[in-house]
């Protein structure tokens, strides 16, 4: 389901197969390993190739994304089987060296003879910052720091010196941000956050509207068994449904907390590229769709930060984001050169004023 229909409706009615009486209105799991047999290529034969529980969301999420869709089990195995497909030794890779730091350690461990180039998302970026490159991976908004690059101006150089262009959407989700119609080739994202929004699921995808490289991605995730099951795949689907309103409820706390924190004195700064104060916002406001509910903040020290999440009765200490209830993970504690109290928020859907009431206390422990 694609446009005219708004945000909301293309989440609740995406993916779903036509109306048959006496058959269930939303999608439903398939849980089989095996089908019967058929003469049909295109028909199931095994869990390993194919499942209509997969085709129902990439259906969904490629209807947001604007182009095809292709599910893995999680974020990173989108991330990874992209590198496969399209790398071999002896390319150049563009990273974000301000991004999630697990796409820079795969590729530098586990990609064998690569030359890696990490370029920080607000970079100048030039012709220089992109020759010889086979891929561009862009982060934006990036993780943790919330900066921001002008993916329609770094496509254009990519593409004049013949790389490709992969974004990682997950901070700004299919509802947030088109990386697609912006110019890139390709749009992925971890779905265990935002997609499925209820902190129970990994799983992650690729998004392009090149059906070679569609065909690829699909053969090469058979091949390699990096397959996401139709339970898990199941519950993102009934997640999607929610994103719209889950989105609006988590971009208002976030507004709300933007507000507070950069008044407090236990804050050193604070970061949401939805105010028109971040350094952050010209950019997104040119791009970005909407603005979601991930904030970033600093503490004076680690005990700090600590000290607010043990003051904290609504922010839990938890590493993922997107989810409905809010939490705030410490990064420096997983290697990210950000400093020792900066806190990664990602507001939930609880009523403001408790969020905005609860984060205000936990501060006065933190200083």
């Not at 990173?76 to 060296?97: F, I, Q, Y």
């Not at 000290?307 to 705030?328: K, M």
Request: proline share 7%.
């Amino acid at each position: 389901m694609s446009e005219p229909f708004g945000d909301g409706t293309r989440c609740v009615h995406g993916g779903l197969v036509p109306a048959e009486p006496g058959g269930p209105v939303p999608p439903q799991p398939v849980m089989a390993s095996q089908f019967h047999l058929s003469d049909d290529p295109s028909a199931d034969f095994y869990g390993r190739a194919g499942n209509p529980t997969w085709r129902a969301l990439e259906s969904a999420i490629g209807a947001l994304d604007g182009g095809s869709c292709v599910l893995y089990p999680s974020g990173m195995a989108a991330v990874s089987a992209l590198m496969r497909v399209l790398l071999k030794p002896g390319d150049t890779v563009v990273l974000p060296s301000d991004g999630y730091y697990l796409g820079r350690s795969y590729v530098r461990e586990h990609m064998n003879g690569l030359v890696v180039r990490e370029v920080a998302t607000t970079a100048a970026w030039t012709a220089e910052t992109v020759a010889g490159a086979a891929l561009v991976l862009l982060e934006t908004p990036s993780n943790p720091g919330l900066d921001v690059c002008d993916i329609t101006a770094i496509a254009r150089l990519a593409h004049a010196a013949g790389a490709l262009v992969a974004v990682d959407n997950t901070t700004a989700s299919p509802l947030g941000q088109r990386p697609l119609a912006l110019g890139a080739d390709i749009a992925l994202a971890s779905d265990t956050k935002a997609v499925a929004g209820h902190s129970d699921v990994l799983l992650g995808h690729i998004t392009t509207t090149d059906p070679d490289l569609v065909a690829r991605l699909r053969t090469e995730r058979t091949v390699s068994g990096a397959v996401p099951g139709p339970f898990e795949v199941w519950l993102a689907h009934r997640g999607l449904g929610t994103l719209d309103l889950r989105l609006a409820r988590q971009a208002e706390n976030a507004a709300a907390l933007y507000d507070v924190l950069r008044e407090h004195p236990a804050v050193r700064s604070v970061r949401w590229p939805g105010s028109p104060l971040d350094p952050a916002h010209e950019v997104a406001a040119r791009q970005m769709r909407r603005f979601g509910g991930v904030i970033s903040f600093e503490l004076a020290s680690a005990e700090a930060a600590a000290r607010f999440l043990a003051a904290s009765r609504l922010v839990s200490s938890a590493t993922s984001f997107g989810g409905l209830h809010s939490n705030a993970d410490r990064r420096a504690r997983w290697g990210d050169a950000v400093p020792e109290g900066l806190l990664r928020l990602s507001c939930g859907c609880e009523d403001t004023r408790d969020l905005v009431a609860d984060v205000l206390t936990a501060l006065e422990a933190a200083i």
